[in-house]
Each structure stands twice: as C-alpha cells, then as structure tokens.
C-alpha cells in the first residue's frame, strides 16, 4: 500500500485526493458539505473505488501519518481533455443533448483553484488531517449554461435539444451494454458511448456544496473566478484553434500532463488531475 511505504520512507504528512462522487448516491446534492465516503452507495467502478481508497486512507490518520483528503469538483481549464474537449466535440457533432433543459445546479473548479486548494491543504495540515474537504470555485450555475459557455469558448453551437432526465439515465444505461458489442465502423472514432447512466444523473441532478468550512481549513479562497476562468478557456481555443470538422474525438489526440504538487517540489507529469497526491 502506498501509505505505508510512503510511512516507511518516514513521510509524515499526507493529501489523499478524492472526489465529491464518493458521497453521491445518484440524488441532488444542495448546499452541504463533505458527506461520508460510502462505497455501497457512490454510483459508478470510479467512485466506488475513490470512496473505499478515501477510507483507507483516513483510517492511516494518526497511526504514525497525518492523513487529509481533498474532493475537487468538476475539475475544468484550458486543454482539459477530460471534460471540457468531450463535451465540444460532442455538441460540435451535434451529440450532447441538454438533459431537463440544462437546469440542474452545479459547481465546477477551475484548475488552478484546485492546484492551489490541494497545496493549502498540505500546508495547513494540522488543521486540516483527519478530515475530508470538498473544493469547488463557489459559483453554482445550471450545467445547461456551463456547457453553453464551453461551447461558446471552443467556437461551437450549444446543445439545443433537450432530453428528459429520466430518460437519459435508461438509454445511457442500455448503451452501456450493448455499446462494446457494436462494430467499431459503426461507432466512428467513438471509442466510450454518447452516454451512459452515470453521465445522465450527473448532467440532472444538482450538485453544489457550502464552501464555508473548506475556506475556513484552508484559510484561502479561490483567486479565478469563473468568469475569469472562461475567458482563458476562450484564449486557449483563440491560440489553439480545433481542427476544422464537427466529428470524431479531439480529445483523443491532445494530451494534458500535470505535475504532481509536493513538499520538494513539482515531480514528472501525471494525468489525471484526480490521482494527484500531495505528500511531505
């Protein structure tokens, strides 16, 4: 296990980055903080897995290491491939409905809110060990108009067509199953299907969190807005212009690298921005 032989390395402080997915049992989450981790409940392998990693790793608290455990949301910024290039290539080839009329509330974080919020929580680590902490930027805003503005920054229409939530979660629950078994020339240069259940309840249920005590641990607060946040995304797309065609993966074909936030220092790069660990 990682923690113990980072322990036997004589590491003492320790930034387990998680995710919210770890407390959503598929319902809106509104205005609350960080819920207990519960891998029975968390929808989906990949929260399942973060709940029972959290777990363990809070357990290691106080046994000879200070364990925090950090849950960025919806992590989003200039060449993210993860997020923001899905979503642009699928509404450029008009495959990304809206679900419920985009009103579902959500919150986001822009990357450098995230960066900075993971190191704070290694430098305030006596205050902050023992806990889980959910980050976001503060600024709910319904999904349908998140992905509008991403759109508008990568120079493609918005999705215009809505589907019923409902809906959504038994058809992308279908095309799970049956999406491995279609010719590939079928798919195109789609290798994931166009949706699935679990990217049906997160685009119609709300999920926003009081941000208060994560500001308090932290003793910080996010320094790019989410306005500011688009206008760099806009810049990122003016100076790296998408191909010209409205199919296929563009995701695929970029790569976005992240350094790994330590006590010494930037390490070599690793994706995704979720399996960083901060650690000193």
Known sequence: MLLTVAQELGVQNVV????????????????????????????GNY?????????????????????????PHIVWGPGD???VERIVDRAAAGRLPNLDHGA??????????????????????????????????????????????????????????????????????VIEKVWP?????LRGHDSEPPMTEFLAEQMSTAHWFDQKETHELLNWKPSVSLDDGMQRL??????????????????????????????SGPSAPRTPPAAVAAIR
């Open 16 to 43: 387990f980055v998680s995710s919210p997915s770890v407390a959503h049992a598929g319902t809106s989450i509104e205005g609350v903080g960080a819920e207990p981790a519960n891998p029975r409940t968390a929808r």
């Open 81 to 83: 491939t993860q997020l």
């Open 47 to 71: 929260a399942r897995s973060k709940a029972a990693a959290e777990l363990l790793a809070l357990e290691t608290d106080g046994r000879g290491l200070r364990v925090a455990a950090i849950r």
């Open 104 to 173: 579902a509330m959500i919150d986001t974080t822009y990357i450098d809110n995230a960066s900075e919020a993971i190191a704070r929580c290694l430098e305030r680590i006596d205050f902050t060990h023992g806990k889980a902490i959910v980050v976001t930027n503060g600024e709910p805003r319904p999904v349908g108009e998140l992905v509008a503005r991403m759109c508008a920054a990568a120079g493609v229409d918005a999705p215009t067509r809505s589907v019923p939530g409902k809906v959504a979660r038994v058809a992308g629950k």
């Open 234 to 263: 806009s810049q990122h797309y003016k100076d790296h212009p998408r191909p010209e065609r409205n199919t296929g993966s563009v995701a695929a074909e970029r790569s976005w690298r992240l350094p790994t936030i330590s006590a």
């Open 181 to 185: 078994h279609i010719p590939a020339k």
